[in-house]
């Protein structure tokens, strides 16, 4: 449909609780749609809805380009393990940080029907779901990072 503007770190969009989605709307159904457009245009495997400046609990993910997944007023019910690797967002473009996240997550949600499901993920989905969950309640991965940021841009890039 359309591709939102990104909201990037700094705009106090990104650091507010995000409401409960009571029912699925027209404008909800769009709001998916478009971030799904956006995810996607900007190679990413994750948008939140605060991302596009709306501060509804909405959640899409697609770590693999098969399995496009929308979490409505998603809770995580259980997290276990552990990995650290690199992690960026796309309110970040061009930085990543080292993060040690859950291995597993285990998240309830609704979908566009407002029918709960339960999603299980393993590594990168997992990394996902907690990483775009944290942005409902205004919380960004540099938070998380051990050590510094840096730029995943290549140099040639950048000039």
């Known amino acids: ?27 909800i159904k769009m709001l998916v749609e478009d971030m799904f457009d956006t995810m996607y245009a900007a190679d990413g495997a ?64 609704y979908d566009l029907d407002m029918k709960e499901f339960v999603l299980e993920g393993e590594e990168l989905l997992a990394r996902a779901i907690c990483h775009e969950c944290d942005h409902l309640e205004g919380r960004m991965y540099v938070d998380k990072v051990e050590g510094d940021l840096y730029s995943t841009v290549a140099e040639d890039e950048e000039s």
């Open 1 to 27: 449909m359309a591709i939102r503007k990104i909201r990037i770190m700094g705009d106090p969009v990104l650091t507010k609780t995000c409401k409960e989605v009571k029912e699925v709307t027209p404008r």
């Open 46 to 109: 994750g948008l939140a809805a605060p991302q596009v400046g709306v501060l509804k609990r909405i959640v899409v993910i697609d770590t693999d380009g098969e399995h496009p997944y929308v979490l409505i007023n998603p809770e995580i019910l259980e997290t276990s393990g552990e990995q650290t690797g690199g992690e960026g967002c796309l309110s970040l473009p061009g930085k990543a940080g080292i993060v040690t996240r859950p291995n597993y997550a285990k998240v309830k949600a």
